[in-house]
């Protein structure tokens, strides 16, 4: 019985020493900018050093990215729309769960305006050419910079973007 306290007392001690604060953002908080044609990009959370960045996308009919590969685990949760890639037979829509193992390649092909898909990406994407060749690398870091130069042009400021 003692050595139970002992440890639970031991337990909240170590938790209330870091005590972390939970981070919110609201749906608004961070903008999506706009790639064109109706695509659009907000960068909710990037961790610099693990190259761990989290994205949402909303896509339209038609958008097609270049053929990639993944230096780490990635998870995609579709909250609307259709997509596929064009390597698989599996359509991601509203409720679908997909994770993409480090070294996947794939090339990701929208079937239905408005589909909505937030990324939860650790490691580099590496762009492909027709012959594997790497074309372009993107990290976390790089496409947080994008993100911020486009929202500068876009009129959004600085959005309180989780950065660690
Ligand atoms: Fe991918």
Request: aromatic share 10%; charged share 20%; with cysteine.
């Amino acid at each position: 019985m003692h050595i139970h306290e002992d440890a639970e007392v031991s337990v909240v001690r170590h938790l209330s020493v870091d005590d972390p604060p939970s981070l919110h953002l609201g749906a608004d908080e961070v903008p999506f900018v706009d790639l064109g044609e109706g695509n659009m990009l907000k960068v909710l959370q990037v961790f610099r050093l693990e190259n761990v960045w989290i994205t949402e996308n909303i896509f339209q009919r038609g958008f097609e990215s270049p053929k990639h590969v993944h230096t780490g685990n990635v998870w995609g949760h579709t909250t609307s729309g259709a997509w596929k890639y064009k390597e698989s037979d599996f359509v991601n829509r509203a409720g679908s769960f997909l994770y993409e193992p480090a070294g996947a390649a794939h090339t990701l092909r929208i079937l239905e305006d408005d589909t909505h898909v937030r990324w939860h990406i650790h490691g580099a994407n590496l762009n492909l050419d027709d012959n594997g060749v790497v074309t372009s690398i993107i990290t976390g870091e790089s496409r947080l910079a994008y993100y911020f130069e486009l929202c500068e042009l876009q009129g959004f400021g600085r959005p309180p973007v989780l950065i660690h």
